[in-house]
């Protein structure tokens, strides 16, 4: 976060390498906002916002990540988000996002805005995935990255088992019978980079 360095008026107050890091540092940490990225090396960060929002319900969070904008904001910002920003949008943008979620206001783009304000006036039904729970939809995404059972299974810290049972509830509300299905879906929909 060298960016925030050039901020007089953000401190940086520490950075954590991965979920246990940061749970770890949470009860002794006077943060006034936690940037989190919503692919950690050992855990979802949909995953440790909700523990987060637990600990800390007034702690905002903003979340920053290299998956598609328009799948994974609302997801995030329901689950308790300030805020959801893309790596790809300039530093500057971040040091926006971070005083906009400060000031207790919710954060996103100004095309992801303007897709949520469009969509209030429709009608159309929703996209068969929106049905899916966040670890759900995680686990689409995984499988249909080519991921196998056991992989996701080990990158979640879940049971092969509870992998497959995701599986098939996926593909019983999308109504399709295998992965190539799902995979298809996936890719048309531009749900994974």
């Given amino acids: 976060m060298d960016i925030l360095k ?4 953000i401190a940086t107050c520490g950075e954590a390498s991965d979920a246990a890091s940061l749970i770890e540092q949470l009860p002794k940490a006077d ?4 940037v989190l990225d919503i692919s950690l090396p050992d855990r979802s960060g949909l995953d440790v916002l909700l523990e ?4 800390r319900p007034d702690l905002p969070v903003l979340i920053l990540s290299m998956l598609p904008e328009d799948q994974f904001a609302i997801r995030a910002l329901q689950a308790g988000a300030a805020g959801y920003i893309s790596k790809q949008n300039a530093p500057d943008e971040l040091v926006r996002a971070i005083r906009r979620v400060l000031s207790g206001r919710k954060y996103v783009s100004d095309a992801m805005n303007e897709k949520m304000l469009n ?3 429709t009608t159309g039904s929703q996209p068969l995935h929106a049905s899916l729970s966040n670890r759900e939809f995680q686990v689409m995404c995984l499988l249909a990255s080519g991921k ?3 992989e996701i299974a080990d990158e979640l810290y879940l049971s092969p088992k509870t992998i497959g049972t995701y599986r098939a509830r996926i593909l019983e509300k999308m109504n399709m019978q295998n992965n190539t299905e799902l995979i298809r879906y996936v890719v048309e929909n531009h749900l994974i980079g």
């Fill in 6 to 9: 050039e901020e007089p008026d």
């Fill in 148 to 150: 196998t059972v056991k």
């Fill in 52 to 55: 987060l929002k637990e600990k």
């Fill in 119 to 121: 969509n209030l006036g």
């Fill in 31 to 34: 943060w006034s906002v936690v």
